[in-house]
T-cell receptor, first 114, second 114 residues
Framework: GPKVLQIPSHQIIDMGQMVTLNCDPV?????FYWYKQILGQQMEFLVN????????KSKLFKDQFSVERPDGSYFTLKIQPTALEDSAVYFC????????????FGKGTRLTVV | GDSVTQTEGLVTVTEGLPVMLNCTYQ???????FFWYVQYLNEAPKLLLR?????KRTEHQGFHATLHKSSSSFHLQKSSVQLSDSALYYC????????????FGAGTRLKVIA
């Protein structure tokens, strides 16, 4: 079935540094999402993105966060600078158009800020 | 705004017994679809079942749910759980217009014991 690829699967980074999480969504999908999941806790919405724009973001989407998808390439989540509380698994998801369409998730990137 | 409320925390059930995971929602929109996603340990969430038709039962992998718009509910049920059903279950709704936001509940962890 359709796959969302996330690169890398694990990332360890020093606090204060910049990190970019990459997501290769399903090819014909139009809507893109990032979710954050701290170990053992629920998955929480960060942002959704459509037609080159952020449609909605949550309070977790701090000013240090940004997303983009230049020229239909990777959908990226950038954190600059990183903080210890950014340590979590970040899931990318994508979907096609329509209310009944399924969201496809990647396997996540485990980010550890040290 | 749209919201989804699920049975909180952990539900523990003995293998072979039935289970129901509650999901209720609030939305002012009619063009809405409803989903259950399952997340096994260290994996990405994936679709379990979906519905947008009132009072119609939908089934998959032994689980079933019926959307009841009169009570704003979409509870997940299984008549006989297995150890392999232990996972995190998310209820979600999606609007078909506007920003196509996907709203997830907080998740319910199901633990099946022998």
């Amino acid at each position: 079935g359709p796959k969302v690829l996330q690169i890398p699967s694990h990332q360890i980074i020093d606090m204060g540094q910049m990190v970019t999480l990459n997501c290769d969504p399903v090819s014909n999908h139009l809507y893109f999402y990032w979710y954050k999941q701290i170990l053992g806790q629920q998955m929480e919405f960060l942002v959704n993105f459509y037609n080159g724009k952020v449609m909605e973001k949550s309070k977790l989407f701090k000013d240090q966060f940004s997303v983009e998808r230049p020229d239909g390439s990777y959908f990226t989540l950038k954190i600059q600078p990183t903080a210890l509380e950014d340590s979590a698994v970040y899931f990318c998801a994508s979907r096609f158009r329509g209310p009944n369409t399924e969201v496809f998730f990647g396997k996540g990137t485990r980010l550890t800020v040290v | 705004g749209d919201s989804v409320t699920q049975t909180e925390g952990l539900v523990t059930v003995t293998e072979g017994l039935p289970v129901m995971l509650n999901c209720t929602y609030q939305t002012a929109y009619s063009d809405v679809a409803f989903f259950w996603y399952v997340q096994y340990l260290n994996e990405a969430p994936k679709l379990l079942l979906r519905s947008s038709t009132d009072n119609k039962r939908t089934e998959h992998q032994g689980f079933h749910a019926t959307l009841h718009k009169s009570s704003s509910s979409f509870h997940l049920q299984k008549s006989s759980v297995q150890l392999s059903d232990s996972a995190l279950y998310y209820c979600a709704l999606s609007r078909g217009t506007g920003n196509y936001k996907y709203v997830f509940g907080a998740g319910t962890r199901l633990k099946v014991i022998a």
